[in-house]
């Protein structure tokens, strides 16, 4: 069994940074894919980045690669993304997922752990 507690989400303005994290509970996180979605009002929940069990494979959406970054830290449970340059089209609430395969995926239905999420709003 596998906990997720996502932090950091909150107010920022357009154009400003802001880093997300996921804190996990669980022996067997350094085994997972982790993964951030995103909901945006009245969207369906997508896919924004994942990151390997190794760390080594990392795969972004489009519409954020070369803003967010997706990085662990298994010493500490924890997945972070980072965002820069984020404008009004980031603004929804972030979701912590885990896949116990270990493989980046962008299906939803793989990943079988999901923290609460984390409210982001980006002011223009």
């Known amino acids: 069994q596998v906990q997720l507690v996502e932090t950091g989400g909150g107010l920022v303005q357009a154009g400003g940074p802001l880093r997300i994290s996921c804190a996990a509970s669980g022996r067997s996180f350094s085994t997972y894919a982790m993964a951030w979605f995103r909901r945006a009002p009245g969207m369906e929940r997508e896919f924004v980045a994942g990151?390997?069990?190794?760390?080594?494979?990392?795969y972004y959406v489009d519409a954020v690669k070369g803003r967010f970054t997706i990085s662990r830290d298994d010493a500490k449970n924890t997945v972070y993304l980072q965002m820069n340059s984020l404008n009004p089209e980031d603004t929804a609430d972030y979701y912590c997922a885990a896949a116990p395969g270990g493989i980046i995926t962008t299906m939803i239905s793989e990943y079988q752990y999901w923290g609460q999420g984390t409210q982001v709003t980006v002011s223009s």
């Open positions: 990151i390997s069990w190794s760390g080594l494979r990392i």
